[in-house]
């Protein structure tokens, strides 16, 4: 028997613990029609990992006996990974820079082709080099702090980071000109 879930939605590679009663090494436990291995401290919990394989959406969730015994299935939600930004390379760029100049990476993890960067809160065009790096090019904004995440999709999305754009000026070089 099964008497909670915890948590009751999880993404994949996810620990979820299960509560209730009856559970032992011969019982297995199936999100939708994968069998997965579950740990059992006692009769009354079982711990597992959700598969990586599975796709977001809404699965059943049961336990079955060696004898065939299923428990009451439950709903469970297998949510999207949600994208992680760790690092922005460079994290600062100055107002005046051109070309390649204006190339940063964003570092992190669970990109895919279908992650849109987000630069002050709009979606712009990148490039995905990795699961775990997106690359692109800063338009020409105002100096100052300006966001960046990722977004997988509307609702699943990475927290900020900041790109610093410096303004101030600086004098690389002073030469003699024709009238001093």
């Not at 598969?51 to 015994?69: C, E, F, H």
């Not at 600086?170 to 000109?177: A, N, Q, S, V």
Request: hydrophobic share 35%.
């Amino acid at each position: 028997t099964i008497l909670s879930i915890v948590p009751s939605q999880a993404e994949p590679g996810s620990q979820v613990i299960l509560y209730g009663s009856g559970f032992s090494d011969s019982v297995s436990v199936f999100i939708g029609n994968v069998e997965i291995s579950a740990n059992t401290d006692d009769s009354k919990q079982a711990e597992l990992t959700v598969p990586a394989q599975l796709k977001p959406g809404l699965y059943t969730l049961y336990m079955m006996r060696s004898d065939g015994v299923k428990s009451r299935p439950y709903s469970f939600t297998v949510q999207p990974l949600r994208p992680v930004l760790s690092e922005i390379s460079p994290d600062h760029i100055l107002s005046c820079a051109q070309g390649e100049e204006r190339e940063v990476v964003a570092y992190g993890q669970n990109f895919n082709d279908k992650s849109l960067l987000f630069f002050d809160g709009s979606g712009i065009r990148s490039q995905l080099i990795s699961s775990k790096a997106i690359s692109f090019s800063v338009p020409q904004v105002a100096g100052g702090l300006h966001p960046v995440m990722v977004k997988n999709s509307p609702e699943n999305s990475s927290l900020p980071l900041a790109l610093t754009i410096e303004t101030k000026p600086e004098i690389d070089l002073i030469t003699i000109g024709d009238d001093h």
